[in-house]
């Protein structure tokens, strides 16, 4: 299983970003191996669709869960069509 953590930096003692498609960085951890991957947000500074690029962007790396503050409805559509499951209201 692999998760997905909108982050502030690429680490993983990092705070959780609040927004999702537009965070700087994902980690993205295998939690039975502690494995993990940081990604760096390409779409962050996009001028529109951010949200679903990045969505786009995290389904295709096989992620199964997204933790994250905040993610908008194209977003979260996008996500749910690809069998991701997002948890809001993260923080920490």
Not at 46 to 57: F, L, N, P, V, Y
Not at 72 to 82: D, F, R, V
Request: proline share 4%.
């Amino acid at each position: 299983m692999k998760i997905a953590v909108s982050a502030t930096a690429p680490g993983l003692d990092a705070e959780v970003d609040p927004r999702f498609g537009r965070c700087q960085y994902f980690i993205i951890v295998d939690p039975q191996s502690m494995e993990f991957e940081a990604l760096d947000n390409s779409n962050a500074m996009a001028s529109g669709g951010a949200g679903i690029s990045t969505a786009q962007m995290i389904a295709s790396k096989g992620v199964e869960v997204v933790l994250t503050g905040n993610c908008g409805p194209n977003a979260y559509q996008t996500l749910s069509a690809a069998g991701v499951q997002v948890i809001t209201g993260v923080s920490g």
